[in-house]
């Protein structure tokens, strides 16, 4: 029989389904299973955000969730809203026996609500367990309650030297068509994608998900441009800052190498793909301009690799940024 | 019981304790096996070529020899020599059975001439199992033997953008103390080493081996210097078609961005160590200059990984070039 920790890797899997299109709600995961050890219901938050992730997994147990213990990658809501009843009430009215929660919901109307809840109601209650995992799923819901803004997430294609493309700007390709998919697959987990005003200028880059059925899924275009200039159907932006008012909370830069400089300077850069090519440009065009370096002390202790994965002959690593608290 | 691969792994093992101390000879292993499954003599060429691996391992099992296995990472040599008997009679003399080699020895003094005498005398020979990692341990004797030069490693420390310093020129540090270990290890493993002349204006390197008890194996500095000018007590070259008169099948190339570029322009870079630091620079300065590529294609299909490891926080990956035949 499975354990705890391993419903709940199953439910943050699910959530991860809806990466980039559950705004303004997070992206959550929930899978119910019986006293014999049975899924009985699986659930992950709508495109829009609704139903919520407990609401379908309810629908699909019917009955059978009565004694069942629900396992959810976050806390459910205690607050009612006019789109339907809190998910707290709907796991209490469903017989529910016990939930294992693995991360609290940090949103100021649950926080810790949607426990004390469903406990009031007499159901057993855990929490914390995959909790980092869970916050990694739902990063750009978090990342806009807490930092009041998209998580960022900065693209780099590089040769083993560091560059983006020959002197002469030719970029194709550095890397090979298995890189090329996955970081088309990466565009449709964002509701948002940014290049500089330079970079249009060079490639008229389209931005879309080039994926067998997944066409429809192509972020929101985004220019960052001093003039405020920006092509017909793209937002502008003429600082970082200005993240905070786009609408999504998942944002992908995708170059070119001043646009990655002026987020990584602003530190406004959460999780970093470095897709790397087996090759070596020399006196190349370099990945990043000035990111306003002064003291290599300060360069140290900001970036851990997370994972790493081979798209054969390229490799992708993660980094995300680590911030205290 | 190990098998055959298992006690040619073992040899080759051993044959890696005197990379690049054992000039003009190649770095050989080897192991004795009784019949009993019994490790009854390990050999391995000693610093400055003698005695061969074989000689040392038969001194060690004696009489015990009589019907033994022996496993060697390179044919044993037939050719007689002013400083000894040839390999193959000792292990005729000894009374060894059996004779498993990893990879034919290519000096056309041996080149199947060993394996022939040992047959001719009644012993089961067999060769070709872990053929490549033999060829990998001693890729400076096969490189003298086949280009008439020394194998050259190229080192570089970079970030992850690709830099070696700040653009004012600091590099202290990019990687920290446990992957600067082992890059003095590798110094250790080189008869040789090279900066450019820009490097040791800028910072004087000392390009020693700075590890407890290891200080009596910094290789010897050399310098590409186009003047041909160079600091007392060192080699100098003034282009780097120029190592094939330097002395020593090992040579590792430090810096700066100008002489890897030569050196790669060249196609004289047989292995690539990448150190990387998990740190990101932008606008720093790049690890290479202009090698002379002008086609993107090219730049593909030259370099294979072979060996990733970390060195916390930093990572190290060993590419080698992927050349015919």
Redesign the interface.
Known sequence: MATDSAWLAAAIALSRRTTGRTVPNPNVGCILIDSAGRVIGRGWTQPGGRPHAEAMALDEAGAAARGATAYVSLEPCAHESTRGPCCADLLIGAGVARVVIALTDPDPRTNGAGSARLRAAGIAVEAGLRADEARAAMAGFLTRQQHRRPAVTLK?A??????IA??DG?????TGAAARAHAHLERARHELILVGRGTIAADHPRLDVRLPGLADRAPRRCVLSQSGAAPEGWLAIERPEEIAGLPGDHLLIEGGAKTA?AF??ADLVDR?L?YR????????K????????ID?TD??G????VDARTFA?D?L?V?ERMRAG
């Open positions: 780099l590089i040769s083993l030297d560091g560059c020959l002197a030719t970029s194709q390709w550095i400089a990584l300077e970093l470095l090519a087996p090759i070596l440009i020399g006196g190349g370099p990945c990043l301009t000035d990111i306003g370096l290599l360069a140290h900001r970036w851990r690799l002959p490799r690593e980094y």
